[in-house]
């Protein structure tokens, strides 16, 4: 299996409530980003969160990082319709002598109206 | 959008075809990356360069072949591809060549192989 996977793979709620979705990974890190794609777009990167790091926050966006468990939140607060999207973790990767990210599959959030 | 462009947006072509997909930014970034997205699979990625070098190439087939004329410029010329070629190729840059900072990524070319 993939180094992230995220949790669950599909997520439906009212505007309004929270959304919370994990990642989980199985190597030593020493970033872990999340990303949004909306339908058939490119990605857009939402937030950055290095391994010295437990919570980070931005706007209605809090991520959580437990190294000790390899795991990763993504909690959106008060949603939107406008945040219907797929979310995607990244975490770094040494190999062949370069980093690189390495992303899952994803989480597809439906926010209805 | 990101200051990350690529064209076209869709491509239909048949197994025979050569076609190529580019990319570009003008964000000053010192690195490029190819990436495959198929449908419910982990984003793939397929190539990255650094300072127009190519320095990963993901176990590609050689029916996929990119070139990086300069640092703002990223192209994959495809020939002979499969059906199972069918994907979304998203191309992304960052300012730090060892991929650990923040990609911006491009809106993808949807290339159906018929």
């Known amino acids: 299996s993939q180094q992230g996977e995220e949790d669950p793979q599909a997520l439906s709620i009212q505007e309004g409530e929270n959304a919370t979705m994990n990642c989980s990974y199985k190597?030593?890190?020493?970033?872990l980003q999340w990303y949004r794609q909306n339908s058939g777009r490119g990605l857009v990167h939402l937030i950055l969160i290095r391994s010295n790091e437990r919570e980070k926050h931005s706007g209605r966006l809090r991520v959580t990082l437990d190294t000790s468990k390899k795991s990763s939140s993504l909690l959106i607060t008060a949603s939107r319709a406008a945040d219907t999207a797929s979310y995607f973790c990244a975490t770094d990767v040494f190999t062949s002598g370069t980093y690189k990210y390495i992303f899952g599959t994803g989480t597809r959030l439906k926010v209805l109206a | 959008e990101t200051g990350v462009t690529q064209t076209p947006r869709h491509l239909v072509m048949g197994m025979t075809n050569k076609k190529s997909l580019k990319c570009e930014q003008h964000?000053?970034?010192?690195?490029m990356y190819w990436y495959k997205q198929s449908a419910k699979k982990p984003l793939e990625l397929m190539f990255v360069?650094?300072?127009?070098?190519?320095?990963e190439n993901n176990s590609v087939p050689s029916r996929f072949s990119p070139e990086c004329p300069n640092s703002s410029h990223l192209f994959l010329h495809l020939h002979t591809l499969q059906p199972e070629d069918s994907a979304l190729y998203l191309c992304a840059s960052s300012p730090l060549t060892s991929g650990r900072g923040e990609q911006f990524f491009g809106p993808g070319t949807r290339l159906t192989v018929l």
């Open positions: 360069y650094n300072f127009k070098e190519q320095t």
């Open positions: 964000l000053g970034h010192n690195a």
């Open positions: 190597t030593s890190i020493n970033n």
